[in-house]
């Protein structure tokens, strides 16, 4: 310690309320206090769930951010446990996305000791080819309209001239192909986030 006196995260419940109120009628100075008040301990926190000070300071931002864009007069929480939740869930968001990103990583390296030199060179040849394999298990007609749509450009009521279909046909084939890519691709989620 320094010799300061520890500051207290105190608040009575009129002052937060006020504080709330305040945030809610969209009062920047409100904002300004609010994170006076609370950025040493959101900082603590969130650096002690992450190890890393930078991304601490990128998630308490984020957490003002997002207190500021959602906060409700009627909420159920007071407000310093609503921007404790907010940034602890940020973090754990943070947690999550490193540990796809490190299975993805050994997934990728792992796939790409199975494949021949030249094919690695190119870029992206992973994710062209199990996007390639996902469109081939498409039933020929679901595939159709995909190919038109994303790489013809067409839109639904173009596809549905063009193939003599209704729309709705259209409509419907290519909601039942976004969801069997969605299921096929899924492995690719954490990839581009």
Not at 51 to 68: C, H, K, L
Not at 110 to 130: C, L, R
Request: glycine content about 8%; aromatic content about 6%; overall charge positive.
């Amino acid at each position: 310690m320094d010799g300061s006196p520890v500051r207290r995260l105190a608040l009575t419940s009129a002052t937060e309320g006020d504080l709330r109120a305040r945030l809610c009628a969209r009062d920047e100075q409100a904002l300004v206090e609010l994170i006076e008040l609370t950025t040493p301990w959101l900082l603590g926190l969130v650096q002690g769930m992450l190890d890393d000070a930078d991304e601490a300071e990128d998630v308490v931002a984020e957490t003002f951010r997002a207190v500021w864009d959602t906060i409700d007069p009627a909420g159920p929480t007071g407000l310093v446990p609503l921007v404790f939740r907010i940034a602890r869930n940020k973090a754990i968001d943070r947690l999550r996305r490193r540990k796809r990103q490190r299975n993805l990583a050994t997934l990728w390296r792992a796939e790409a000791d199975t494949v021949t030199a030249p094919a690695a060179g190119h870029g992206g040849w992973q994710i062209h080819g199990q996007v390639r394999h996902a469109l081939e298990g498409l039933p020929e007609d679901q595939r159709t309209v995909i190919r038109l749509a994303y790489f013809s450009g067409l839109t639904q009521s173009e596809i549905a001239q063009q193939l003599g279909l209704p729309l709705g046909t259209v409509k419907t084939r290519l909601r039942l192909a976004y969801g069997r890519l969605r299921r096929a691709l899924a492995p690719l989620r954490g990839w581009f986030e």
